[in-house]
């Protein structure tokens, strides 16, 4: 069950904001959101448990909606540097021992 | 930089061949996940190790194989090659094994098979 993850792409200039969203069919325990540019590894952004909290650092913020089962990461005033592809990962919360299922990314390009 | 490193960097292989990758975990992480990547897809979960056991696989099959080491290190065996084994291959380690642990990946293996 692998979660969706809208826009499959966007593009912005630097400056323009930017939502990313994830949507699963199953309940969710938590939702990871990681950047990954090419050629590089995936870089952890932030963790968002069941309980609706939203977090952020710097411009970047993320929601979880756990009754839609849907989380959404803010990119705010986008910068050069936020070029990359997004991807979310979600573990269920029927079994804990679930592992982390990635979507298939976002992919932002950020034009000068 | 995560603390994970692998290795090798790039591999190239024939169909039919035997291939080990090595992943160093992050000193203190108890656990390591293996992941397939595919040119434009996201990271598909193969397996994870906690503490010396495998603690959960994805969808492969049985000749993908793993091992974790005392020492944070650990291992992706895959016999029997397939053009399709063809992908970057992560490993992420983290503190625990669920419940909302972040995970560090190292810079992965490319790994070509012919």
């Known amino acids: 069950q692998q979660p969706v993850q809208s826009p499959q792409a966007v593009i912005l200039r630097e400056g323009e904001d930017a939502v990313i969203n994830c949507s699963s069919s199953?309940?969710?325990?938590?939702v990871h959101w990681y950047r990954q540019k090419h050629g590089e590894a995936p870089v952890f952004l932030m963790i968002?448990?069941?309980?609706?909290e939203q977090k952020g650092h710097d411009k970047i913020s993320a929601s979880f909606n756990e009754k839609k089962q849907q989380s959404s990461l803010y990119l705010t005033a986008s910068q050069l540097s936020y070029s990359g592809t997004y991807f979310c990962?979600?573990?269920?919360?029927?079994?804990?021992?679930?592992?982390?299922?990635f979507g298939k990314g976002t992919r932002l390009h950020i034009l000068p | 930089e995560t603390g994970v490193t692998q290795s090798p960097t790039h591999l190239i292989k024939t169909r039919g061949q035997q291939v080990t990758l090595r992943c160093s975990s992050q000193?203190?992480?108890?656990?390591v996940s293996w992941y397939q990547q595919a040119l434009g897809q996201g990271p598909q979960f193969i397996f994870q190790?906690?503490?010396?056991?495998?603690?959960g696989r994805g969808n492969f099959p049985p000749r993908f194989s793993g091992l974790q080491f005392p020492n944070y290190s650990s291992e992706l065996n895959v016999n029997a090659l397939e053009l399709d084994d063809s992908a970057l291959y992560l490993c992420?380690?983290?503190?625990?094994?669920?419940?909302?642990?972040?995970?560090?990946f190292g810079p992965g293996t490319r790994l070509t098979v012919t």
């Open positions: 990962g979600t573990e269920k919360v029927t079994n804990r021992d679930d592992k982390i299922i």
């Open positions: 000193s203190g992480h108890n656990t």
């Open positions: 190790y906690y503490r010396e056991e495998e603690n």
């Open positions: 199953k309940a969710l325990y938590s």
């Open positions: 992420a380690s983290s503190l625990e094994p669920s419940g909302g642990y972040e995970q560090y």
């Open positions: 968002l448990l069941k309980g609706g």
